[in-house]
């Protein structure tokens, strides 16, 4: 039997992980490079593979109506490490796919450590890897260290972007007053492993407020290292002060929108609310949804006990942030996820550009599998543009090169996976199944579930023509 060199991943958080576990499974060597614990980062608090650093959700998981469920859906199709082992230890969150972050990472670790063709080494690698390392993927993340950083940008050529992120607080759930909260999930929506009623909310009146977004905008922040002072934050993870500076009324309106909720302490209805998702599998632990901060520790324990119900709250992590850096990607990637100026490397997660855990873990996959079939002798393409995998990659690689009002050329940012980046269908029926005819919000949904159900059809179709997984 031929030997088959390993391939080199370096990194083993959600991308690395699931790229390790789909090249694996294709029955080609994988060495997998995790620095923690021997270097530890700003964010993680463990060393498990796979760890969770800031939410616990992985968004919807509506594959009909979401683009992120969609996702969810397609890599379950693959036979993802990452989505095997979130619904193994899910928890009630609505409609969303939450977890217990440790039990999360455990079942991953142990996936890793105990696959035959897996060998995970425990040490930093803070240069461009050696000549004969000649095929690796890059899954360093918004972390990679910055010996690594700065090799990686001497050889890409091109500049580094960078953003910060943020970290949303966690609290003990006997610590919180029932008096005044209550169990429900907006509009009452059941979610996987849900029952309807899975958020903790915490309703606020228009002077409470008030109060709270005066403390959010006087509160003393983190202050910023020089080099930081630049850099931009990506939209989709923004800390709530921030989110309190471009307008008074922005929280009511995003994670504090009172809408889908009845407060059944109160007659009247609420003006905001906050809202808690479980954190841990015993229940014990909630996060704060949307709470990301860059506010100093004694002030979030100060303001964020002027939330009704969180009078005394007790946090067993408070908010924190952290710098992301991600690769200029068009700009030096190729289609395979290759490194232009070395095509022996790859990159896959946050360092590329996409922004979430599960988009991360998505171009893990896809890294995993190209990386596989390169050294197989397997030509390759990644999935149609019409996937929810195939857009992200599409996306990372060049397909957000679209000229702006201005007859310039957009740049490039983070981006979550969502149906704008897939091509949409030219047919959508007027009416439904009972003959209604479509309008609005109904026509959109219609078109989503179509778009949905092709996406998986190409998806499904794509895995079977290129079937890497050993038996």
């Known amino acids: 039997m031929t030997k088959i060199d390993p391939i080199h991943i370096i990194g083993g958080g959600l991308a690395g992980s699931e790229a390790a576990w789909q090249a694996a499974n294709a029955g080609v060597p994988v060495i997998l490079h ?86 995970i080494e425990r040490s930093e690698v803070a240069t461009i890897p050696p000549a004969e390392w000649d095929n690796v993927i890059i899954a360093t993340g918004p972390l990679t260290s910055e010996n ?27 610590t919180i007053n029932f008096d005044k909260v209550w169990m429900q999930s907006r509009y009452d929506k059941v979610g996987p492993g849900g029952t309807g009623a899975d958020y903790i909310n915490c309703a606020m009146d228009e002077q409470e407020y008030n109060i709270f977004i005066d403390a959010l905008l006087e509160g003393e922040k983190t202050d910023f290292k020089e080099w930081e002072t630049n850099t931009p934050y990506f939209d989709g ?66 303001i964020f006990s002027t939330i009704p119900g969180l009078e005394n709250a007790v946090f067993a992590r408070l908010g924190g942030l952290h710098r992301n850096t991600f690769l200029n990607s068009p700009e030096v990637l190729d289609n395979q996820l290759r490194l232009k100026t070395d095509k022996r490397l790859r990159f896959a997660g946050q360092i590329t550009g996409v922004e979430g855990y599960v988009e991360s873990a998505a171009t893990g996959l ?42 310039g050329l957009k740049s490039f940012q983070p981006m979550n996976i969502n149906f704008g980046l897939i091509p949409p269908v030219t047919e959508i029926p007027k009416t439904d199944e009972n003959g209604k005819r479509l309008r609005g919000k109904e026509k959109s949904r219609a078109k989503k579930r179509i778009m949905a159900k092709r996406a998986l059809s190409n998806l499904i179709e794509w895995g079977e023509k290129n079937p890497l997984v050993s038996e």
């Open 148 to 174: 690594l950083s700065k090799a990686i940008m001497e050889l890409s050529g091109a500049d580094s972007l960078a953003f910060f992120d943020a970290i949303a607080p966690i609290i003990h759930k006997d």
């Open 366 to 407: 896809i890294a995993g599998r190209l990386a596989a079939a390169e050294r197989l002798g397997i030509d390759l393409t990644p999935p149609s543009i019409e996937t929810a995998h195939g857009a992200l990659i599409n996306h990372i690689t060049g397909g957000h090169l679209s000229s702006d009002f201005s007859g």
């Open 34 to 119: 995790e620095m923690r614990p021997n270097v530890k980062t700003d964010a993680h608090q463990g060393e498990g593979l796979a760890e969770l650093v800031c939410s616990n959700s992985f968004r919807s998981d509506d594959a009909e109506n979401n683009a992120v469920g969609l996702l969810h859906e397609e890599m379950r199709q693959l036979n993802s490490i990452i989505m095997a082992s979130g619904d193994k230890h899910k928890l009630p969150a609505g409609g969303a796919l939450a977890v217990d972050r440790d039990h999360f990472s455990d079942e991953v670790t142990k996936a890793l450590e105990t696959h035959d063709l897996i060998t």
């Open 237 to 302: 993870c923004l800390p709530i002060e921030v989110m309190a500076e471009r307008g008074r009324e922005t929280l009511r309106h995003g994670p504090m929108k009172p809408v889908g909720l009845t407060n059944p302490h109160k007659e009247e209805k609420s003006y905001a609310i906050v809202q808690l998702r479980q954190d841990n599998a015993l229940g014990t632990l909630w996060n704060m949804v949307g709470f990301q901060t860059k506010l100093k520790y004694g002030e979030q324990a100060k």
